[in-house]
């Protein structure tokens, strides 16, 4: 079994930061991508950044020069720095991770959320 454990959301004010933690477990042999995604109410899942296991990322536009993605390959965890925060960044944060397990299969695992909640 497979399993990503998100923690790190909360409330926040506009204008401040917080740090996002994802950590995978389970009979894991390797992992390829990584990536944050989050969903508003009301609105679709969106993509936030991803970061490759050889450190390459991308973000969306709305958050460039914000957000920050990285991992640690040997802790199998995913990070997502954002500052600057702003009340539209507010949704529930899931990580998501490419894996390869020991009994041979490759599929795309999620965490459970977490909520981000920015004030204004």
């Known amino acids: 079994q497979v399993q990503l454990v998100e923690s790190g959301g909360g409330l926040v004010q506009a204008g401040g930061s917080l740090r996002l933690s994802c950590a995978a477990s389970g009979s894991i042999f390797s992992i390829n991508a990584m990536g944050w995604y989050r969903q508003a109410p009301g609105k679709q899942r969106e993509l936030v950044a991803t970061?490759?296991?050889?450190?390459?990322?991308n973000y969306a536009d709305s958050v460039k020069g914000r957000f920050t993605i990285s991992r640690d390959n040997a802790k199998l965890t995913v990070y997502l720095q954002m500052n600057s925060l702003k009340p539209e960044d507010t949704a529930v944060y899931y990580c998501?991770?490419?894996?390869?397990?020991?009994?041979?299969?490759?599929?795309?695992?999620w965490g459970q959320g977490t909520q981000v909640t920015v004030s204004s």
């Open positions: 970061i490759l296991s050889g450190g390459s990322t």
């Open positions: 998501n991770a490419d894996i390869f397990t020991v009994s041979g299969s490759y599929m795309k695992y």
